[in-house]
């Protein structure tokens, strides 16, 4: 198990999820970059967006990537997120066809009723990727997907910084991050049954310093990883 701290150049006071996102829910789409996951999702090759009749939308925050998800053609949509602040918000923009406040490890939707799963920019706030795999596989049917993506732990590391969010006096709070080594997604998926169907990795490019123009000392470097996983028939 990598540990963030050995790497953390921030030192913020650090909070548990729940109420992290419930700080960061008002600002959370003026801070977070399409670049960092739906550029990387739009790359995947595998996935077949508009055949998917139902999705559910792990961690589904504030409702961006279930709005992405229906502007590609998807079904139904279902949501899950523990953080009934984000919820609110997502319930706003009406994209979900339902909402659910539930831990991931345990969301209480139906066994074998998804055609995809979808979960973004969620794995670092989790101690242990293996129940949110399971899960992910529990709800998808034989022959369907389940897409991650997430910030690239070699960023996490190298850039030395913590999901977090700025308060309105400009102090910044760090909410729970983990570092999952890409062989850890790869154990968690095969443990759990998935077989791993495509992997793409994005770089810091000219897109993200011009919106990140500090960041030109990590050009180049990986930002963000997605990996598709098919549940075996």
């Known amino acids: 198990m990598v540990d963030f701290a050995d790497f953390d150049t921030r030192n913020y006071p650090v ?31 595998v996935p077949r967006w508009a055949a998917a009749a139902r999705v559910a939308d792990l961690g589904c925050g504030t409702g961006r990537t279930g709005a992405w998800l229906r502007a590609q053609g998807v079904g139904a949509v279902d949501g899950v997120d523990i953080t009934p602040e984000m919820l609110a918000l997502a319930r706003a923009k009406g994209v979900h066809d339902r909402l659910v406040e539930a831990d991931l490890a345990a969301t209480g939707l139906p066994s074998d009723g998804y055609d995809l799963a979808v979960s973004s920019l969620v794995d670092e706030h989790l101690a242990d990727l293996g129940p949110l795999y399971r899960e992910a596989r529990r709800l998808t ?12 732990p070699y960023f996490i590391m190298a850039a030395g910084m913590p999901t977090h969010y700025d308060a309105a006096d400009g102090s910044s709070t760090a909410i729970a991050t983990h570092v999952h080594l890409v062989s850890d997604h790869l154990s968690a998926g095969l443990a759990a049954g998935w077989e791993l169907a495509e992997m793409r990795e994005a770089v810091v490019d000219d897109e993200w310093i011009a919106l990140k123009p500090k960041w030109e000392r990590l050009r180049s470097h990986p930002v963000s990883a997605a990996y598709v996983w098919r549940n075996p028939v």
């Open 141 to 152: 049917r034989p022959g369907g997907l389940f897409v991650l993506v997430g910030l690239h």
């Open 15 to 45: 909070v548990d999820v729940r109420t992290g996102y419930a700080g960061w829910a008002g600002t959370y789409e003026q801070t977070v970059q399409d670049a960092m996951d739906l550029a990387v999702l739009a790359e995947l090759a």
